[in-house]
Each structure stands twice: as C-alpha cells, then as structure tokens.
C-alpha cells in the first residue's frame, strides 16, 4: 500500500493541509481554506479557534478524497503553524477565548511600560519586550478575560501557540507539548535551556502549570486518537513554527543557510548553528530547531505584513479581485516617474524588526490628482520589498559572513515583479525554488527525520532552483530608497 505524510500548516489566514509521498519524498497535493479574521477593535486581531479547527479538519478530509487517499495510507504528521498567535482552552480543549493572534497590538501600553526591562529579556530570550510574542499576551488574557481568570482559580486552563492547540485535538487531549522553535517566540523560555524561565514566568505572572511541556522539535509528539477523518494511531512526529519549517523546507538545515518567506507577513531567517548570535540591528535571536540534545539558532527579521498589503488592496479597496492580479495592475505602469513621489507604508499593525514601533501606522504618501488604481498596486509592492530590505540589510550587517543571494519561498515569491523589485532594492540575488510551499514542505520533511528514515542531508538533493532575479541598476531604485530611509528616521 502507498504510503504518504500528512502536513498541515496552520497559516495566519487559512489551513493548508499537504501531501508527499513517503517514498519518493515528492509533493502530490494540497488543499487550503481559509477563515475569517476577526477585528473587534482598532490594533486588535483575533481567530476563532473553532473556525481554525474545522478548516483543519475540511482541509484533511478534502485533500484525501480529492487523491482517493484512505487515512491508513497516512504514514506520520507533520505540524507547522503561524507562532505568536496565543489560544486559551480548557482540558476538554474547549476554546475559552478568540485565539490572540501575532499581529495584534493590544499590549502596547504594557510593553512601552516595561520597557526599562528590555536587554534583560533580550539576553535571556534573543527577542524584545513587543506586542509581537506570545507572554504579553497570556498575560493579557490572565487579567482580562473573564472566562480564562475563572479556568486557572479551577485549574483547567492551557495557554499555548498554535501547534499544541493542534496536538491537542489530534491527540484526543492525551498530549500537551510543544518545541523549542515555537517556545522560543513567547518570551518565556530561556536560550540555553530551550525551557521554560522561572524568571520570566514571574515576570509576566504565568503560572508553568498552564503551558505545555517543551521537547525537541524531530520527536514522538503522540498519536491521533478519536477523529472523525483520521485513523487513531497515527504517529506525529514533527513540529516546527512556520519561519523554521520555510528554512528547514529550503534545506536550510546548516549555519549560514538563508531565506526570506512571503506570506501574510514576510520573514527572513539565517542559520547560526549552534552559535547564538546576538543582533546589534534590531533582528532576534530563535531557535531553527533542536535535535538531539541541541539546539540550531538562528537570526530573525520580521515584517508584520507582506501579502496581508494585497488582501487589504483587495478586500478593503476593491481595486483587485485576487492576489496575483496585483503583479498584472503594477505592471500597467511604464513609466517610472509617474511612482517618483509615491511611497506605500504597509505598517498596519505596527512595525517589527529591525526598527520595532509598535505604535507605527499604515500611510499612502504622496497622492496626486493622475493617481490611479495601477500607481498603488506597484507602491504597494515597492513598500513591502522596501519593509523587507530593513531587515535584510540589518541581517547582511549582523552576519558572520557574506550574503550574496536570497532564497525565498511562500505565496507572494510567485510575482515576478515583486521579486524583481525586491532583487533591486536589496541589490541581490533573489532565488526562487520549485516547491514554494516549503513550510508545509518543510515539517513533512521533519516528519520523515523524526521517523528516522531520512536524514539531513537528504535535504539538499530534493531542493531544486525554479528561476532566479538579478538586481537592476535604475535610479528610480536609489531615488525611492532615499525617500523610504528618510520616511522611516522621521519615525524615530
């Protein structure tokens, strides 16, 4: 009987369940639903852990009949998942409150507070006191949310990321884990000892009892047990935060591997092996991985919002009806000069690495009376690539060696034009791979080592180049990067 690995990739906006085959280690499909985002306030975002689950579990039931597929043919699960995003439930895994999700910035005022306390928690964490991770929010929940206050006096609360909400549910409640690459965003787990702080528990007044048991990221995470879609007894055996699983996808499994991912928001992550580098231009300081006793570091930067720009283009203006038809209205544009004074700020909740404001807001500068529907969809994609250059230049500064190329992977690499213009901007050389779906790729792969049938190095014989972009000498590029540096320092 074929075999094959089941991955699901639980994204900011939907569920992606994926599959490849176990033997030739080939992708065969996937299927995505998304789910609504949910804004009760200004600076406020949130999921309803329910909408999560059930995309979970169509995504699954769809991708198997879609490939006449019976779960006994399902060899092991892999678990990738956006990582901030921070749930509260009770130990029937009943949702107790709107999952609080990464992008969401209702612990500013805490953090700005607090702030006298940030190179103590960027030593002990590699991350800064922000809205971003997930102890200010738990903490949030713990002092306002009726429902969770009530749970932890009973002592039936969990607090977690996404990937133990997960577990949990596949696992029919019988395993409550999670891993040092997801840990490692919640301001709560120490560097060194890939566990839990004491000190920082104190800090932000969360009780151990609440959170789930950190193990490595290639281990035996439990078996599904009581679904509807799913055969019991199938083995998870991998779980990696999205970023990590993106890198681990591009075979980015050693020191100095590099890549950028595209999505919602866009990250880009350096391999540090087992050196923990600490940034001297706003980056973080995670973990890839750990294995075998051993942690894998690497750097982080991190833009809040990427592709999330097109969906606001699309659902709050209306001037696309998808995603890709923003590569086919930028490049309506012929003539640069017509973008000269137009600069797109895509800083909708706030603005992470290198420069972390959280207060920073969104702004279109520059409109004129001839401005149109095609200026803005190429300002649009000159501003992420323009976000995204911060963090690459802060990156190429703080590495311990040269950076001569970029991969990149996720949705939004497949615009040509975007990729382009990011080539350009950061003056280097942008690589696109075959399989773009390198996190939902990536932790089937891990499922596969946590099986142990494969190993690393197998990685770099499956991962294979598409097409690559060349930077283009233009003074519209040196002319809009000018204007972006002294938007940005009038910020500050």
């Known amino acids: ?39 009760p306030k200004p600076s406020w975002v949130e999921h309803n852990l329910n909408d999560i689950w059930k995309t979970v579990e169509n995504s699954i039931i769809k991708l198997l009949q879609k490939n006449n597929i019976t ?67 738990m903490r949030w929940l713990l002092q306002n949310n009726e429902q969770v206050i009530q749970a932890a006096k009973n002592n039936n609360l969990h607090l977690s990321t996404i990937d133990t909400f997960l577990l949990f549910k596949l696992t029919g409640g ?51 047990q009581g679904l509807s879609f799913l055969n019991d007894n199938i083995p998870i055996t991998c779980i990696l935060g999205d970023q990590q699983a993106a890198l681990f996808g ?32 706003g980056l973080l300081t995670t973990v890839a991985y750990k294995k075998d006793g051993q942690a894998c570091y690497a750097l982080e930067g991190s833009c809040y919002i990427a592709g999330a720009a097109v969906q606001w283009l699309r659902d709050n203006l209306n001037i696309i009806e998808s995603g890709p038809e923003v590569e086919v209205l930028a490049n309506k544009v012929n003539d640069l000069t017509e973008m000269e004074h137009l600069l797109f700020m895509p800083f909708f909740t706030g603005i992470g690495s290198p420069h972390w404001k959280a207060d920073a807001k969104g702004a279109l500068i520059g409109i004129t009376r001839d401005t149109n529907k095609q200026h803005i969809a190429r300002a649009c994609l000159d ?12 990156l190429i500064a703080d590495a311990p060696s040269q950076v001569d190329s970029i991969k990149v992977d996720g949705g939004a690499c497949q615009n040509n034009l975007l990729m382009q ?26 499922s596969m080592i946590g099986l142990g049938e494969i190993n690393f190095s197998d990685l770099d014989n499956l991962w294979q180049e598409d097409k690559n972009f060349l930077p283009i000498k233009h003074s519209y590029f040196d002319n809009k990067l000018a204007q972006w540096n002294q938007y940005i320092k009038k910020l500050f």
């Open 250 to 281: 591009q075979a980015g499994y050693k020191n100095g591997d590099l890549k950028c991912t595209y999505g919602t928001g866009a990250f880009i992550l350096l391999n540090t092996g087992a050196e923990k580098i600490y940034s001297s231009n």
């Open 174 to 224: 019988n395993s409550f884990f999670t891993e040092p690459s997801n840990a490692s965003r919640t301001l709560l787990m120490d560097l060194d000892t890939c566990q839990w702080s004491d000190d920082l528990l104190n800090f932000f007044e969360i009780g151990s009892k609440f959170l789930p048991k950190i193990i490595e990221s290639f281990d035996n995470f439990g078996q599904t």
């Open 71 to 137: 779960s006994d043919q399902i060899k092991s699960i892999g678990i990738t998942n956006q990582r901030e995003t921070t749930c509260a439930y009770d130990k029937s895994g009943e949702p107790l409150a709107n999952a609080i999700v990464w992008q969401d910035r209702r612990t500013s005022t805490y953090c700005h507070e607090n702030s006298k306390n940030y190179q103590k928690l960027q030593l002990k964490t590699g991350l800064p006191l922000d809205p971003y991770f997930s102890g200010t929010k």
């Open 421 to 446: 213009i990011q080539a350009s901007f950061s003056n280097k050389k942008i690589i696109r791979p075959k399989v773009i779906e390198t996190t939902a790729y990536g932790v089937a792969l891990g």
């Open 1 to 39: 009987m074929k075999k094959f690995i089941l991955s699901l990739d639980q994204g900011t906006t939907g569920t992606t369940s994926l599959l490849i085959d176990a033997e030739s280690l080939q992708l065969v499909d996937k299927v995505n639903i998304e789910f609504p985002q949910i804004f």
């Open 383 to 394: 501003g992420m690539a323009l976000s995204i250059n911060d963090s690459i230049q802060a």
